[in-house]
């Protein structure tokens, strides 16, 4: 493992906070969890990332190392690539980079907005995030190649790191997905991208049932 001092400030089932872990453990990039409940109380104890930036209240989905901030996804994400370049996860060609990004600002756009409904309480509100996520997943269907392991090609991407962990919460949510016709090239990239050992370990970090691995399912 890659030593570091680097911390992730993690929500309990948070979709982002789930993309950098999946990103550090593709990587190998040894760091910390601290864990930000979904429903703090005045008695939740502060924590070192209060400390270090009470402006970000808590953020999830936030990286810190030593004196740097990241709670934005895509920074976070380009700078573990930068700082810890193997295993690379954009693509070297700038063709490849190019299209990563223009799929990466639209996951931004469409699907982004809806994920902290997929942890409502309310049924309308978690179908209505499923309804417009699984819908724009089969707009862009027509980016996974069923030849290839991963997106693009065998190798891991920041797409399957952004993919990844919105599959994953979207096939173990309380809707039905049937009739939303996602397309079997999906479903067995999500059971390829599931199978891999980095991604289950990305699971057993967390803490909460949420976002646990089930073994044997």
């Known amino acids: 493992m890659k030593r570091s001092v680097l911390t992730l400030f993690s929500g309990e089932n948070d979709v982002l906070s789930h993309v950098l872990r999946l990103a ?49 996804i895509t920074i976070a994400l380009e700078y573990l690539d930068d700082k810890f370049p193997h295993p690379p996860l954009l693509p070297t060609g700038p063709e490849k980079r190019a299209k990563t990004r223009i799929v990466t600002k639209l996951l931004e ?3 982004f907005p809806h994920l902290d409904k997929l942890n409502s309480h309310d049924g309308e509100l978690v179908y209505s995030a499923v309804e417009e996520i699984t819908t724009f997943i089969v707009q862009i269907s027509g980016i996974i190649d069923e030849r290839n392991l991963m997106i693009f090609d065998e ?17 173990r949510s309380s ?43």
């Open 24 to 72: 550090l453990t593709e990587k190998g990039i040894a760091f910390d969890v601290e864990y930000i409940s979904d429903n703090p109380t005045p008695s939740t104890p502060s924590n070192r990332f209060a400390a270090a930036n009470a402006t970000l209240k808590k953020k999830k989905a936030t990286i810190v190392d030593r004196d740097l901030k990241i709670d934005d």
């Open 155 to 171: 190798e891991f991407s920041v797409l399957d790191c952004l993919l990844g962990p919105v599959l994953y919460k979207l096939f």
């Open 175 to 217: 809707v039905d997905l049937r009739s939303f016709k996602i397309p079997t090239k999906v479903a067995n990239y999500y059971r390829r991208l599931h199978n891999r050992e980095q991604f289950l370990k990305s699971l057993q970090l967390a803490p909460s049932r949420g976002f646990m691995y089930e073994k044997g399912k």
């Open 109 to 111: 756009k469409r699907i």
